[in-house]
């Protein structure tokens, strides 16, 4: 997944490409129509939405021990996040908030039992590329989730990892969140 971000990054920030801004600094209720952020970010969801990701993570999508998807962000539902955040009074950096135009679930057995060691091994062994790194744990939902950039002008990456007992729950808990947005 590491290579892919770079790969990607590459791809997507070259020449004649996506403008890079800087995406900590920025917050959320300034993506608004007209902007060139906002031109950006939809230009880098075009993109992210074009590439051939099964191919270039090398993954495979199901076997007996793991699940892997992953989706990008639809246009609509980046647009519909966005107005959630304007219509907030505390502003968010797009960093926090869009923080998941890519993002990719590994659904593996046994992930509780190890979890710990799995958030220290992303915290401490993989690099530079690895900036966030958290174990969310509430009454319905509880994964690892591991955040991939390599710095403030490019946007980050989630990776969800779920243990199979918790995908049930984890799921439901999903779709509650995505409702309230509608709200």
């Known amino acids: 997944m590491l290579a892919a971000y770079a790969a990607f990054t ?7 490409a996506v403008s890079e801004f800087n995406v900590k600094r920025t917050e959320v209720k300034n993506l608004r129509h ?12 075009r993109r992210l939405s074009g590439y051939n990701w099964i191919e270039a993570l090398g993954l495979p999508v199901k076997n007996d021990t793991l699940q892997f998807n992953y989706r990008t962000k639809y246009e609509r539902s980046l647009q519909r996040k966005i107005a959630w955040y304007g219509r907030r009074d505390q502003g968010f950096a797009v960093k926090k908030g869009i923080n998941d135009l890519l993002g990719a679930r590994l659904i593996v057995h046994g992930l509780r039992e190890c979890e710990q060691e799995w ?18 744990d509430d009454d319905t939902y509880h994964a690892l989730h591991v955040y991939i950039e390599d710095n403030n002008r490019h946007f980050p990456w989630e990776i969800q990892l779920w243990d199979f007992n918790d995908a049930e729950t984890n799921y439901a808990a999903h779709d509650r969140h995505e409702q309230r947005k509608d709200e």
């Open 10 to 16: 590459e791809f997507v920030y070259g020449p004649g």
């Open 34 to 45: 007209g902007t060139a952020e906002l031109r950006d970010t939809l230009m880098y969801v």
């Open 119 to 136: 958030a220290e091994h992303f915290k401490n062994d993989l690099g530079s590329l690895v900036s966030r790194v958290y174990i969310r």
